[in-house]
Each structure stands twice: as structure tokens, then as C-alpha cells.
């Protein structure tokens, strides 16, 4: 900012000096030309013709050769003997045309008044000395060859009088220009810093940003917006070409601006977006900002806040069913162990028992849903994450229990917190070997992971040879504490897709022949800005 100051005040010098040259040009033709049309002997009537004529010449050619080789000098020596040797010449042309009645003078007092632009201060005022004496000096050695009148010397002491005013009056207003210049300098300074800020800000957002012209042309699209919407640019380009659902909820909403505009989802990221719209009515262009906000990431924000809420619900239940619920268990164990009990009393202990752990099991999976961390989201391969999963699995597995890993070419980077997807995928393996395991003697899960063609989104299928889901059942399977297995609690697959959902990944299930298929859509490996 400081060199766009400086070059900025060197211009300003430069156009001052240019006009201080045509100036001096103009005054030089015209007196030449006056000179050459004889008119001088009409309006200087005292003038001494041949002194007057030399001087008219001289005067001419000396300030286009200054023109030529001081056109661009800063220099304020050189500043300052071009402004003295200007005051001298016209000095020696008032001298030549008569003094007073030349009129010569005011041009005197405009050069001082030009000349005090350039040099400043005490310079600027030894410039309007230096005239002052010129004109007192001229008109004294006039007065020996020219009776002069008091009038004349009264307009002697007024011009010189008028060369110091003109130089401190320039002077003054030079110096409330530069107090302005640097006013506006610094006003400028701040206006390019805020906008430096604001487009950092802009760009820094997670909230995708598009302007759009009249013409629905992209003047601005921040860093998120064209991560959101799968671009490397859109700027200059009409929005039209590239996302006409977006245009068509833009019409939407300009025909009826209190409707909330439909979620589109973008085919090459696979991405569901929310837009909204704001109109910039000051702007001339009307020009239309466009916010883009990720349904997933909206959508994990409204699962912390849910579980934040289901924390201090089961913070309760801990403290008011889990203790009177451990009583019961241990009353009930008590009692078993009483030799007075027949076999059918023990049999219903037995039932207290088998039915307070259960209560006790589906406690402890709401407690572990509420109490899990907050999701930590890392850039994570999955095909070497998987491999080792696997094997550590198998390690742990008992003889009738298998898996089997099949991994297809692709990229398979992804955000996802790893300790929340050993969870989801220890789950699903469970469920897939309870139930193959229920019509088979070897119970068997196969884990295979893909890309998938058109979304380019990387793929893990869990699938069993169980006998499957009936079609009623398939629409509740997600939902909490439905089971379809007396021991089970009903919170595993409510548990899995809310991790998954927590990471922006996607757990469904996909119905199949010879058993069942839990499919999860992990998300793409970029994390915004």
C-alpha cells in the first residue's frame, strides 16, 4: 500500500509538471505569435520592439528544450532552477515590454502560482520573492528612461504583493490536498484489507457460496461451493450449463420467495445439497447470492444434538432402572440357591434372571450409544484398515465361524472415524453369523468392497446365506429395539446407522436371494476447507 501511495503522489507530480510545461509553451506561442502579427505595437505601446522580440524567441525555444530534456525530472533542485529561471525570463519580457502596461506580470504571478505546486514551503516562497524582486527591480530602471506615474508603482507593489499571495495560498491548498490524500489513502487501506478479510472469510466457509449476475452468470463461487458441486471453476460461466436443478429452484424461488427451495443432489459427488437463496437489492447488477449447505454435515449436527439429549435421558434410566433392576437380578439368585425351592420355582428365578440381564444388556447399549465420543473423522484407506480387520477377526472367531474378504480395483480413501467403523462393522458380522448360523451348520459372512460406477463412492457389502428379512420387516429393521431374535436387544442396526450417519456414510440394507446384504455408502475422501 505504501508503494501504491508513492506511485500514486509521483503521478500527480508528473501531470503538475505537464501542465507547468504547456503552460509555459502556450505563453511562449502566443507572445511569438503577437510579436510576429505586429500587435505588440497596439498593446505595448512602451516596449522596446527588438529586446521584446529577441526575448519572445528566447523564451519559446529555451522552454521547449527544458519540455524536451526535463519532461520527467523529480529532481527538486532541478524542480526549483526550472521555476526560477521561468519567474527570470518573464522578469526580463516585463522588462521589455514596458513594465506595468505588458500586462506580463500576471503572467508572473500564474507562473509563481504553478511553480509553488511543484517546490514547497520556503523554496516555493523564495520563487515569489524572486519574482516580487524582479517586478520592483524592472520598474526602477524603467523609471529612469520612462516617466512613471504613482499609479504605476502602486500596481508595481500590488503584483508583488499578489506573487507572495498566490504562493501561499497555493501552498495551503497543496497542503490540504495531501492532509485529503492521506485520508483517502488510509480509507483506501482499510477497504482493501476488510475486502482482503472478507474474501478470506468467504472462502474459509464451510457454507458453499455462489453470486450470480441477471444473467445467472457465476461472478463468485468460494472454495466449499465448488467442492460441494464437483467443479474446479465456475466463475464467468453461466450456472445454467451446469446445474439446471439449481436454475429451476432459483425460479422457484423468485416466484414465490417464502417457499423453501428442494434439496438436489449433485451426480458426480453424490452429494444432497440444500440451496437458499438471498437477493443483493443495492447491487445494480441484481445479482443473487446462493447458499449451498451439505444435508450430511446438517444432518450430523442434528445427531449430536439427539444425542446429547438421549445422554441425559438414559443418565436416568441408569440411575432410576438399572439399580432397582440389579436388585431384582440378585434377589432373584438368592432365591435359586434356597434348597427349599422346587423345580418349577426355580425355573421361574431362572426366567427373572434370563429377562433382568436382557433389560440389563439393552441398558448398557443405550449407555454406550449415548456415551460414545464425539465422531473424529480421518482420512482412512479402507482397503489395508479392512484387511487387518479381518484378520483380527478370524483370530478371534471359533471354528464354525468364517469370513471371507474380496476387494475390487479403485480408490478406497474415505473420511471416517476408525474406532466407530470397527464398531458398525463388528455388528454387522455378528448379525450376519447369528443368522446364517440358525440355518447352517457353518456359519459364514462375506465382506466385499468396491467402487461404485456411477457416484464413484467407495462400497462395503456385509452379506450372509441366512434365510433372509421378510419384506414386513425390512422397513423396521433400523428402527430401535425391534428383534427378531429373543436374545438379541433390538440397538445393534439402530446403533450401526446412526455411527454411520454421524460420519456422513449411508447404512441400508439390500434384499437379496439365499440370505441378507447390509450395504454402507462411505463418503469421499476430501475433507472442506
Not at 510579436?35 to 529577441?54: E, H, P
Not at 448398557?364 to 484407506?381: F, G, H, K
Request: glycine share 6%; charged share 15%; proline share 3%.
Amino acid at each position: 500500500m505504501i508503494a501504491e501511495a508513492s506511485s500514486h503522489g509521483g503521478k500527480q507530480a508528473q501531470r503538475l509538471l505537464r501542465l507547468y510545461h504547456l503552460y509555459r509553451l502556450s505563453v511562449g506561442i502566443i507572445l511569438v505569435l503577437l510579436i510576429s502579427s505586429n500587435m505588440d505595437n497596439q498593446l505595448l505601446t512602451s516596449a522596446n520592439d527588438d529586446l521584446l522580440r529577441s526575448g519572445s524567441w528566447l523564451y519559446l525555444v529555451l522552454n521547449i528544450l527544458l519540455v524536451v530534456f526535463f519532461e520527467n525530472t523529480r529532481r527538486p533542485a532541478q524542480l526549483f532552477s526550472l521555476a526560477l529561471l521561468d519567474v527570470l525570463l518573464l522578469c526580463g519580457l516585463f522588462y521589455a515590454g514596458g513594465g506595468v502596461a505588458s500586462a506580463i506580470g500576471n503572467l508572473l504571478i500564474v507562473s509563481v502560482a504553478i511553480s509553488n505546486t511543484l517546490v514547497r514551503r520556503r523554496i516555493g516562497l523564495l520563487v515569489a520573492a524572486v519574482a516580487a524582486i524582479g517586478i520592483v527591480g524592472s520598474s526602477f530602471l524603467l523609471s529612469f528612461t520612462h516617466r512613471a506615474s504613482p499609479n504605476d508603482y502602486l500596481q508595481v507593489g500590488t503584483l508583488g504583493a499578489l506573487c507572495f499571495a498566490a504562493a501561499l495560498l497555493v501552498q495551503g491548498l497543496v497542503r490540504r490536498l495531501e492532509v485529503s490524500e492521506t485520508l483517502v489513502e488510509q480509507k483506501v487501506s482499510e477497504v482493501v484489507g476488510l475486502e482482503a478479510l472478507n474474501a478470506l472469510i468467504l472462502q474459509r466457509m464451510r457454507t458453499g457460496i455462489l453470486v450470480l449476475d441477471d444473467q445467472r452468470r457465476v461472478q463468485l463461487a468460494n472454495h466449499s461451493a465448488l467442492a460441494l458441486l464437483g467443479c474446479d471453476r465456475l466463475e464467468g460461466q453461466l450456472i445454467d450449463d451446469h446445474f439446471p436443478s439449481l436454475v429451476e429452484r432459483l425460479h422457484l424461488w423468485l416466484n414465490n420467495p417464502t417457499l423453501r427451495p428442494q434439496s438436489l443432489k449433485i451426480a458426480s459427488s453424490g452429494m444432497e445439497l440444500q440451496p437458499s437463496f438471498i437477493a443483493l437489492d443495492p447491487s445494480p447488477q441484481h445479482q443473487t447470492l446462493v447458499f449451498l449447505e451439505d444435508l450430511a454435515q446438517i444432518a450430523q449436527q442434528a445427531q449430536q444434538l439427539k444425542l446429547a439429549a438421549l445422554g441425559r435421558l438414559t443418565a436416568g434410566i441408569a440411575h432410576e432402572i438399572r439399580n432397582p433392576l440389579g436388585a431384582i437380578s440378585h434377589a432373584a439368585q438368592l432365591l435359586r440357591e434356597s434348597e427349599e425351592l422346587n423345580s418349577a420355582d426355580q425355573r421361574l428365578t431362572q426366567i427373572i434372571q434370563d429377562h433382568s440381564q436382557r433389560m440389563n444388556r439393552v441398558i448398557e447399549n443405550v449407555l454406550q450409544l449415548s456415551r460414545r465420543q464425539q465422531t473424529v473423522a480421518q482420512r482412512l484407506d479402507l482397503k489395508p484398515w479392512l484387511q487387518q480387520f479381518v484378520t483380527q477377526t478370524r483370530e478371534a472367531a471359533t471354528e464354525r465361524q468364517q469370513i471371507h474378504l474380496n476387494i475390487g480395483p479403485g480408490d478406497f480413501k474415505t473420511l471416517m472415524d476408525p474406532n466407530q467403523l470397527h464398531q458398525i462393522i463388528d455388528n454387522l458380522i455378528r448379525n450376519a453369523w447369528r443368522h446364517s448360523a440358525q440355518t447352517h451348520n457353518l456359519a459364514q459372512v462375506w465382506l466385499e468392497l468396491f467402487i461404485e460406477p456411477g457416484s464413484q463412492l467407495p462400497i462395503l457389502e456385509v452379506l450372509d446365506d441366512g434365510a433372509g428379512v421378510t419384506p414386513d420387516h425390512q422397513a423396521q429393521l433400523f428402527e430401535p429395539f425391534f428383534t427378531t431374535s429373543h436374545q438379541g436387544t433390538g440397538l445393534g442396526l439402530y446403533l450401526s446407522r446412526e455411527l454411520c450417519e454421524s460420519n456422513q456414510a449411508r447404512l441400508d440394507f439390500k434384499p437379496r436371494q439365499g440370505g441378507g446384504c447390509f450395504r454402507i455408502t462411505f463418503a469421499h475422501g476430501r475433507k472442506q476447507s
